[in-house]
């Protein structure tokens, strides 16, 4: 796969001391070689994902931050970010790759934004039983990378759900994700990419259950 171009954290570096539309158009030239670089290296990564799961679309962000509703009124963003997603409506879940200086990066899976039907489902579901979602959190190979399951969560429980219930844990969040963390210098090893898609593959027992869940009611019929 195509490696991290080093220029990327050199610039973004850069860009964080300079964030001002002034420098970046004296600069929008080395910015623009670089985009293309991390645009194939995500393409690279986009075709290994085809590989093992059935991915049909990817995205990377732009540079230029909204800052119509933002106190931070900096123009730019002073990282890459890209997602990949799985195909709806059968599969459920997508990918995130976030290269930021300054060992920030981070790789991200799961469900950023739920919308209140699927909340409400995967909640459900957990009130009834939650034992195969933590037999898949505690596998000790998924532990290993992918650590403890993440998310904004209620303080208390969501309407009409015990707080007192054995799963509140997992009832009350209202994200369910899992990230990993690198250093600069592994992100610009040659096979970081490898290591990223490697990670990728053994999340596939979250996506599958999470997926069933989301395509079954609490019957197990189908509903899509």
């Not at 300054?102 to 899976?109: D, E, G, H, K, L």
């Amino acid at each position: 796969m195509q490696p991290i171009d080093p220029r990327v954290f050199s610039f973004l570096k850069k860009l964080e001391k300079n964030n001002n539309r002034d420098w970046f158009t004296e600069n929008k030239k080395e910015f623009k070689a670089i985009e293309s670089t991390i645009k194939k290296s995500y393409k690279s990564l986009f075709e290994a994902l085809k590989v093992h799961d059935d991915v049909d679309q990817f995205k990377i962000f732009r540079i230029y931050r909204d800052v119509r509703f933002s106190k931070n009124k900096l123009p730019y963003k002073t990282h890459f970010g890209g997602s990949f997603q799985r195909r709806k409506p059968e599969l459920r879940g997508g990918y995130y790759l976030h290269l930021e200086p300054n060992n920030a990066s981070f790789i991200a899976v799961g469900f950023w934004d739920p919308n209140k039907e699927d909340l409400l489902r995967i909640r459900k579901e957990f009130e009834m039983d939650a034992s195969e979602m933590r037999e898949i959190m505690n596998a000790s190979h998924f532990k290993s990378i992918w650590g403890e399951l993440e998310g904004d969560e209620l303080i208390s429980a969501p309407r009409n759900f015990d707080k007192e219930h054995q799963n509140i844990d997992l009832i009350r969040k209202k994200q369910y994700i899992f990230t990993k963390k690198f250093g600069d210098t592994e992100v610009l090893q040659a096979d970081f990419l490898n290591t990223v898609n490697n990670a990728f593959k053994e999340i596939k027992p979250f996506f599958n259950y999470m997926s069933e869940v989301l395509t079954t009611n609490l019957n197990g019929e189908r509903i899509i």
